[in-house]
């Protein structure tokens, strides 16, 4: 789709999660994936002269985008309460620290969550949709009367939220609950994604 892959990690079966992906390298994947399958553009860019980069989202389209962290979780969770995605058990579900692996490993190793979703906990973190809105969350903690739109973006909030850990991550890390805010130009060896759509 984009003509290179920016993996640091590499094999020549593509077998390897992707990785080294900044937020903005996901959005833009998503809207060539849409494109190229006829599918209506998500992410609306736009790159001002000082290369500033303000991003608009339509959650009505029907193309390819990243989750929001409440569709993440609830894949993630698979209808269990598990604390990891598809097990009591981290090992059996995931690469991480005591793994003692250097790099990211090859997807669909390890056991599936119930509805055959791999690697949610443990390999790469996971880009989601959402901005890291603090105050929403401070609040949240003190009224259950609060509503959130996920997919309501307000330009006081600069930072963006991955999930489920990386092969190098802790066990807690690693617990489909956990949440890593980054901003959305960093990129690295425990940064992934994983996208969805909207059927029609």
């Known amino acids: 789709i984009m003509g290179s892959n920016p993996s640091l990690f590499k094999t020549l079966d593509k077998s390897l999660p992707t990785e080294n992906v900044s937020w903005y390298d996901c959005i833009t994947f998503c809207n060539k994936l849409s494109e190229k399958k006829g599918l209506d553009k998500v992410y609306h860019i736009h790159v001002d002269s ?29 209808n269990t309460e598990f604390p990891y995605s598809g097990s009591q058990v981290l090992d059996d579900v995931a690469w991480y620290r005591n793994c003692k692996r250097k790099s990211t490993m090859r997807t669909a190793i390890k056991e599936p969550n119930k509805w055959g979703l791999y690697d949610m906990s443990g390999n ?77």
């Open 50 to 78: 000082n290369e500033n980069i303000s991003v608009k989202f339509d959650a009505s389209r029907n193309g390819y985008r990243l989750p929001s962290e409440a569709e993440w979780e609830y894949a993630a969770k698979a």
């Open 124 to 200: 790469v973190y996971e880009w989601c949709n959402d901005q890291d809105r603090q105050l929403v969350y401070r609040n949240r903690a003190r009224t259950t009367s609060v509503t959130v739109d996920p997919h309501e973006w307000k330009d006081d909030a600069s930072y963006r939220i991955s999930r489920g850990g990386f092969w190098a991550s802790s066990a807690s890390s690693c617990r489909v609950t956990h949440r890593y805010r980054l901003l959305p130009k960093f990129k690295g060896r425990s940064l992934g994604f994983r996208i969805c759509r909207y059927l029609d």
